[in-house]
């Protein structure tokens, strides 16, 4: 198979947004119009018996939030799209910032009530920071939500960069008529339906088209009113600008009745990039080179509760995988050869023979792979940008059967290797710490250990408050502080030492009475410390 030809075909993005905005419901209907689901899972109701296909997490289901992210491929137009559906509480901001770094797009979910809000903030600074391209799709205009020209002022005020219009609505809530396709300059009617793909909608062509006036009235005069200001006076779309992350379409809709969803995913597959070079520290790499590379950017225990098993999710940075090849891993220099490699619809798997730069592939294993971890045919590659921020809040963590001890270790280390929660064993013995970034991490944490390893946890509070990773020039200056600070010394799941302060005062004394130690708030990788 040509791989140039393979790699101009993919198309690797994740949906990004504040939570409640609507990104799970949009992830479930850019499937079914992608065909790849013939239902659409409500995420309407707790109880509903139908959970959408990108929740697959029991308490995900329980809770109708995402706190995992999910991986789909499907086939739409020819091409090969790879969605990552992310989590938008702002709790498991981590897991959303890794996954990030390894599309090419990103899919920006606004909520038309609330406009953007602080979670899409913080997620766009990180788009930002790597030029990602954004779409925007602007949700819920079936309800009485905000005037669409204040959104966009909005959008353009905190992405810092041109909001280009590519459909825009007619009417909101009762009143609302449908969006007007501003760049093929027809309108297609509102049908309330959230099982409907849009074969069968009906589309008024033309700006003046005297049965729109009639049928809608007022609504769609203003809304003929803002489209003509809108064409003389906003700036004019750049593809290469959106390329370089200065310029996001904007799209108005309704998930929860596939409303809108169409243009976005026609619009994804003509302008958003294909795989792109990406930096090593050795040297640049291609998508199109001959020889495989790929990243493992997450990892995720217990996908199939009834094996045990670990799914290291891989984006493949260059040349051609084929199941059955031998890779080597970077950062042991070990070699595998995957054999049941599998491509996601969720939790659904299919076994793949071959897959190309962008795609995203999983390799079960036993604690073979971890985050950051790069595979090639050989040559040895660092990719970097997997981060681990240092936590903010710590909880201590006991088993309430001590015969169960062996679960529970087995259960957090599994855990914190795919970075749902990080795992802290004190140098002088005693309960296990976790450390997270925000409350949530540790309910879910609780959760899993209960459903999935069977260990009830017990989880209490912690003196500590602060917590940084230390580094020094010289091992034997490392030697000397571990052992004169041994009861504020752990170390994480890959061994990597970390200094806990009961206060924010204390690490500021520490740090004056100890020069020649640096502390670090990131780690990135297997243990490889970053200055932060």
Not at 317 to 325: H, I, N
Not at 369 to 381: I, N, Q, S, W
Request: with cysteine; aromatic share 8%.
């Amino acid at each position: 198979m040509n791989i140039p030809q393979e790699v101009a075909r993919r198309r690797t993005f994740a949906i990004i947004s504040h939570p409640d905005a609507g990104k799970t419901t949009l992830t479930e209907k850019l499937l079914l119009f992608a065909g790849a689901i013939q239902i659409a899972g409500s995420v309407k109701a707790r109880k509903a018996s139908r959970h959408a296909a990108s929740d697959w997490m029991e308490i995900e289901k329980q809770r109708g939030i995402s706190v995992a992210s999910s991986v789909m491929q499907m086939e739409y137009r020819d091409c090969v799209i790879n969605l990552l559906d992310t989590p938008g509480h702002q709790d498991f901001s981590e897991d959303t910032y890794r996954v990030l770094t390894a599309v090419d797009a990103a899919l920006m979910v606004i909520e038309a009530g609330n406009g953007v809000e602080p979670q899409t903030i913080r997620l766009l600074e990180v788009c930002r920071a790597r030029n990602t391209p954004i779409i925007t799709f602007v949700n819920k205009f079936d309800r009485e939500v905000r005037e669409p020209l204040d959104l966009l002022a909005e959008i353009e005020a905190h992405l810092g960069m041109d909001a280009i219009p590519f459909s825009w609505p007619v009417g909101m809530g009762r009143r609302f008529g449908g969006v007007f396709d501003i760049r093929h300059d027809h309108m297609r009617v509102f049908k309330p339906s959230d099982e409907r793909s849009a074969e069968g909608d009906e589309v008024l062509d033309g700006l003046d088209n005297p049965v729109a006036v009639e049928r809608f009235g007022e609504a769609y005069q203003q809304a003929r009113d803002e489209i003509e200001l809108l064409r003389e006076a906003s700036v004019p779309f750049e593809h290469q600008a959106f390329l370089e992350g200065r310029q996001t379409p904007v799209f108005f809709g309704s998930a929860i009745n596939n409303f809108g969803v169409q243009e976005v995913l026609d619009t994804l597959v003509e302008l958003a990039p294909p795989p792109g070079a990406r930096q090593a520290l050795e040297r640049m790499v291609q998508p199109d080179e001959p020889k495989f590379s790929g990243v493992v950017f997450k990892v995720q225990a217990n996908m199939d509760p009834a094996h045990r098993d670990r799914v290291a999710f891989v984006r493949v940075s260059s040349g051609r995988f084929e199941r059955g090849m031998r890779l080597k891993v970077a950062r042991t220099g070990k070699e595998i050869r995957p054999n049941n490699v599998v491509s996601f619809l969720s939790q659904r798997r299919d076994l793949l023979d071959e897959a190309y730069a962008g795609d995203i592939i999983g390799i079960p294993n036993h604690g073979v792979l971890h985050l950051g971890d790069v595979l090639t045919e050989g040559e040895t590659l660092h990719f970097t940008g997997l981060p681990f921020f240092a936590p903010e809040l710590f909880q201590a963590v006991e088993v309430a059967d001590p015969l169960r001890t062996k679960q529970l270790r087995t259960g957090l280390t599994q855990l914190g290797e795919e970075g749902a929660i990080q795992v802290f064993r004190p140098v002088m013995g005693g309960a296990l710490l976790l450390g997270a970034v925000g409350q949530l991490q540790f309910e879910v944490v609780a959760h899993r250990l209960k459903t999935e390893y069977g260990v009830a946890a017990r989880l209490m509070p912690s003196r500590y408050t602060v917590a940084r990773w230390i580094t020094a020039e010289d091992p034997r200056d490392l030697k000397k502080f571990i052992d004169a600070n041994q009861g504020n010394i752990a170390h994480d799941v890959v061994d990597a030492v970390a200094f806990l302060a009961t206060s924010n005062a204390q690490l500021r004394v520490v740090q004056e009475l100890y020069p020649a130690i640096q502390f670090h708030s990131l780690r990135e990788r297997g243990g490889q410390i970053f200055n932060a």
